[in-house]
């Protein structure tokens, strides 16, 4: 069996576990040889909407999953901790299937019967340590003559996407309240026109109408009929991005209906809101983030960049000092970008773009991050600005919106941060205070997945 001497020219998008960079750039090789492919993939700080993931997916021609356990060919886990290792997985194949697409999934033998490609999809099993031997030719090579026949089989049938014209995002919201108001002052400041669909809702031929008109669908969930209306919506491939009330728990039943073993993704998605003006802001905040660019690799270099950065824990972490206590935190600060994608460090060359108010900045990268790193200090104690920065992040930590990890630099600690666990730099180095961090942050996530 030959490679193609047609190459396909395919924009992809790339379903990945982050853990594997080895594995994962050995599949662009792969893959490379035979396609020439731009793979789009998502650099955020934050964890992708479902609303974001939808879009993508939506506006690809191709969707290709590389699902390795990880870079060790000796790890194996527990079944428990494989289900949880494929559930961000099948949130992604789910979408495939919904959008139709041409689909090939490169499976770890080692994820057994836990991850199934879904009916259609092209499903091959590798071995990790057959694809990182650097003897084990005849692996690779069965692999991408598999990945070439793919391209043939969907050569002649996949189509470049038009570019889309659907410039609205439909409101299913309520005209009273002032939900709906709100809603169109934060759609409209992303250059949307608005597209008010019916309410009450009315799934009926002009409703179908409108929607053709619509990008995506911004849907209030506070009545009952609202969850018929997302079943409508996700049957037609229409992306949603829900918005509630903040008393009252989520329907379980309504959500495990609509979305069925998926539902705590999306579940974990929908905007709570008690007055307009903090809902406008809540949804400014989402939308850039469902609206942002997602980057494009079609080259290894660029490949290798991305999957070496991916393997980093994806948070951006705001580490607070005092000047006078820089040069330890140059140490840690070290120590913190090799594990964690991105370190706000306020002396960094460009961490504060030229002409910008510099405290203005400041907290709002604090208010964007999700792990909070302070170095505790007779210095810290002193600095007003360290201070403020010290109860901004103990608010968030209260709140769940941050996990703060305070430094002890000095022999006593700091009443602000008393509720929480020190890290003493007098008995650890930066490196085995960072890994605690690491550990504890990992840990948890893989909890949620």
């Not at 189509?159 to 609205?168: C, G, I, N, S, V």
């Not at 597209?195 to 009450?200: G, H, M, T, Y």
């Not at 901004?392 to 996990?403: E, F, K, Q, V, Y």
């Amino acid at each position: 069996m030959t490679v193609p001497s047609d190459r396909l020219n395919v924009k992809v998008f790339l379903s990945h576990r982050y853990r594997s960079p080895a594995v994962n750039l050995q599949f662009f090789d792969l893959i490379d040889q035979v396609a020439d492919v731009q793979f789009e993939v998502d650099r955020g700080l934050k964890a992708t909407s479902t609303t974001r993931l939808e879009r993508m997916i939506r506006d690809v021609e191709v969707f290709a999953g590389i699902y390795s356990l990880s870079d060790d060919p000796f790890e194996h886990l527990p079944a428990a901790d494989l289900v949880r290792a494929t559930r961000y997985f099948k949130l992604e194949l789910d979408m495939a299937m919904r959008y139709r697409k041409p689909s090939i999934l490169f499976i770890d033998r080692r994820f057994g019967n836990r991850l199934q490609g879904p009916p259609g999809a092209v499903s091959l099993r590798y071995s990790a340590q057959e694809i990182l031997s650097q003897g084990m030719e005849t692996a690779r090579r069965h692999l991408r003559n598999e990945f070439a026949m793919f391209c043939r089989s969907i050569g002649n049938h996949t189509q470049k996407l038009p570019a889309r014209d659907a410039a609205a995002v439909g409101l299913l919201v309520p005209p009273t309240g002032g939900a709906r108001d709100a809603a169109a002052a934060a759609v409209e400041a992303f250059n949307y026109a608005v597209e008010l669909l019916p309410w009450p809702i009315a799934l009926d031929g002009g409703f179908t109408a409108q929607l053709q008109r619509c990008d995506w669908v911004l849907a209030d969930m506070s009545q009952p009929s609202a969850a018929a209306a997302v079943a409508f919506l996700r049957g037609h491939g229409i992306p949603v991005l829900r918005i509630g009330p903040m008393d009252g728990p989520p329907d379980v039943a309504t959500e495990e209906l609509v979305y069925g073993e998926l539902a705590a993704h999306y579940t974990k998605d929908l905007i709570r809101w008690s007055e307009p003006e903090l809902l406008q802001v809540a949804l400014e905040e989402r939308i850039g983030q469902i609206t942002g660019e997602p980057s494009l690799i079609d080259n290894r270099i660029d490949a290798q960049d991305y999957f070496r950065s991916a393997a980093k824990l994806n948070h951006l972490v705001f580490l607070s000092y005092a000047k006078e206590d820089h040069e330890y935190a140059d140490r840690i600060g070290a120590e913190l970008g090799n594990a964690f994608q991105e370190v706000f460090d306020y002396r960094k060359p460009a961490a504060i773009p030229h002409g910008a108010r510099w405290l203005d900045h400041m907290l709002a990268s604090l208010a964007t991050a999700a792990i909070g790193v302070p170095l505790l200090s007779p210095n810290y104690v002193a600095s007003s600005y360290c201070m403020e920065e010290g109860r901004r992040m103990m608010d968030a930590a209260l709140s769940g919106r941050m996990r703060v990890f305070p430094v002890l630099l000095a022999d006593s600690g700091v009443d602000l941060f008393s509720q929480l666990e020190y890290r003493r730099a007098t008995r650890m180095s930066p490196t085995e205070i960072v890994a605690g961090i690491a550990r504890e942050v990992a840990w948890a996530r893989r909890r949620w997945l």
